[in-house]
């Protein structure tokens, strides 16, 4: 028995949800607020979005607009098979872990300085 279209889609855009969140707090932003960048990038409102991601299907229109703006090819959508990235590893883990609790510890000075180290350490990153 094969998977339902309707499924197929749902899972996709979920993948590529979770790849733009990656991406964005990789680029230093928050996850507060995706739903509605990820909307505005596939051009839809954060209701329908919100409205795709639980229930309402994903006809051929609009599966052809999210591929178009995701940069994936025609059809993408209704493939089986894409897998979201890679799950963190244990050390990435540890790492947030770490971060997490010095984050908590820290006083508005000590944030700001922990945010600054990573930031200048993406920017050195991306310069190389």
């Not at 790849?19 to 928050?30: D, R």
């Not at 639980?54 to 999210?66: E, F, H, N, T, V």
């Not at 994936?72 to 971060?99: M, N, S, T």
Request: charged share 25%; aromatic share 4%.
């Amino acid at each position: 028995m094969s998977t339902p279209i309707s499924t197929v889609r749902r899972q996709n855009l979920l993948t590529l949800y979770q790849e733009f969140v990656q991406q964005a707090v990789a680029k230093g932003g928050t996850p507060r607020g995706v739903d509605q960048d990820f909307a505005a990038h596939l051009e839809i409102s954060p209701s329908m979005l919100s409205q795709i991601k639980s229930s309402r299907p994903i006809g051929d229109k609009l599966a052809r607009q999210i591929e178009s703006h995701c940069g994936k090819a025609p059809d993408w959508l209704d493939q089986v098979g894409h897998k979201p990235a890679a799950e963190p590893d244990p050390a990435e883990e540890r790492f947030v872990a770490l971060a997490r609790i010095a984050w908590k510890g820290a006083n508005a000075k000590v944030k700001r300085e922990l945010t600054l180290v990573l930031r200048n350490s993406l920017a050195a990153k991306s310069r190389t």
